[in-house]
């Protein structure tokens, strides 16, 4: 499966924004899709997932109550919606599919290109 993040860009702290996770190919409900985020001189780290079924998500404590994940099976496509955007959300995000929701890194099957969101004051 082919992953394509989009939908980041430029925010002030307090605004939303909402990101789409486009995928190609048959085979995408068959996986979890999760968004991880990477700041500079950080390492990438967890922030959402979502089940097969998008009946299942979880969050990072970080992201609880302000982010939300959310997938159409119909559209082969993720959402994350961002509310209350603080600036300490600036990353490039990425979605990733894996047999079940992931929280880490190697336990990721496939990573699509990032989209920048930055925060500003």
């Known amino acids: 499966v082919q992953l394509q993040a989009s939908g980041g860009g430029l925010v002030q702290a307090g605004g939303s924004l909402r990101l789409s996770c486009s995928a190609s190919?048959?085979?995408?409900?068959?996986?979890?899709i999760n968004w991880f985020r990477q700041a500079p001189g950080k390492e990438r780290e967890f922030v959402a997932g979502?089940?097969?079924?998008?009946?299942?998500?979880y969050a990072a404590e970080s992201v609880k109550g302000r982010f939300t994940i959310s997938r159409d099976n119909a559209k082969n496509t993720v959402y994350l919606q961002m509310n209350s955007l603080k600036i300490e959300d600036t990353a490039v995000y990425y979605c990733?599919?894996?047999?079940?929701?992931?929280?880490?890194?190697?336990?990721?099957?496939?990573w699509g290109k990032g989209t920048q969101v930055t925060v500003s004051s």
């Open positions: 190919g048959p085979t995408f409900s068959n996986y979890a």
């Open positions: 979502v089940t097969r079924s998008g009946e299942g998500t």
């Open positions: 990733a599919a894996s047999s079940l929701i992931a929280t880490i890194s190697a336990a990721i099957n496939y």
